[in-house]
């Protein structure tokens, strides 16, 4: 079965530093891997995605995420975070002939002025 | 940019009572979905539904819930008898597709609250 694990619960950063979101996975086939954030009361806002292709996919905000098949991992980067990224990510996984997102338990992150 | 909307954002109701939550999908797209998030927990897919049917549906979809496109527009999830257990915020989401790599967009999700 697909998962997506989102090993840290948070992470705290410094405005204007890198930030990085970490996500495995654990599919079988092809993976289809997406980036979701979650302001305070709001739904889930879609960042990026990876289907196929290049490695490094760019998104909104700013936001790209590498892509890595040996590692199995799909981590979530910004080169300089801004206090308005604060809010929780998720990973998710299309379910290999579902239609279902699988999600991680999400991280919240936190950028300190 | 079109948006996915849920309506209401807030819903308060007794344990028992039947609720229907409603969402508006993005024109263009043919395929909903319903998911929930349990305070504190992960997102969990429930349903969905394409061409006026159910296409999937977890375990957590059980007898008590119903899913029905009443208009052109409008998608809606219904709970018959509501339960303490079922307090939770519930996302809508559409896709264009049904292709691996389609992207769903959700709405801002509706809190539902059962006393």
């Known amino acids: 079965a697909q998962s997506v694990a989102q090993p840290e619960d948070q992470v705290n950063v410094a405005e204007g530093n890198p930030l990085t979101v970490k996500c495995t996975y654990s599919?079988?086939?092809?993976?289809?891997l997406f980036w979701y954030v979650q302001y305070p009361n709001r739904g889930l806002q879609f960042l990026l995605k990876y289907i196929t292709g290049d490695n490094l996919v760019k998104g909104s905000y700013g936001f790209e995420a590498e892509f890595n098949k040996s590692q199995t991992s799909f981590h979530l980067k910004k080169p300089s975070a801004l206090v308005s990224d604060s809010a929780l990510y998720f990973c998710a996984v299309r379910d290999s002939g579902t239609y279902k997102y699988i999600f991680g338990t999400g991280t919240r992150l936190k950028v300190l002025a | 940019e079109p948006e996915v909307t849920q309506t209401p954002s807030h819903q308060v109701t007794q344990m028992g009572q039947e609720v229907i939550l409603r969402c508006v999908p993005i024109s263009n797209h043919l395929y909903f979905y319903w998911y929930r998030q349990i305070l504190g927990q992960k997102v969990e897919f429930l349903v969905s539904?394409?061409?006026?049917?159910?296409?999937?549906k977890s375990e957590i979809f059980d007898d008590q819930f119903s899913v029905e496109r009443p208009d052109g527009s409008n998608f809606t999830l219904k709970i018959r008898s509501t339960k303490l257990e079922d307090s939770a915020m519930y996302f809508c989401a559409s896709s264009r597709t049904d292709g691996q790599g389609d992207t769903q967009y959700f709405g801002p999700g509706t809190r539902l609250t059962v006393l």
């Open positions: 539904f394409y061409n006026n049917e159910i296409s999937e």
């Open positions: 599919v079988s086939g092809n993976p289809y």
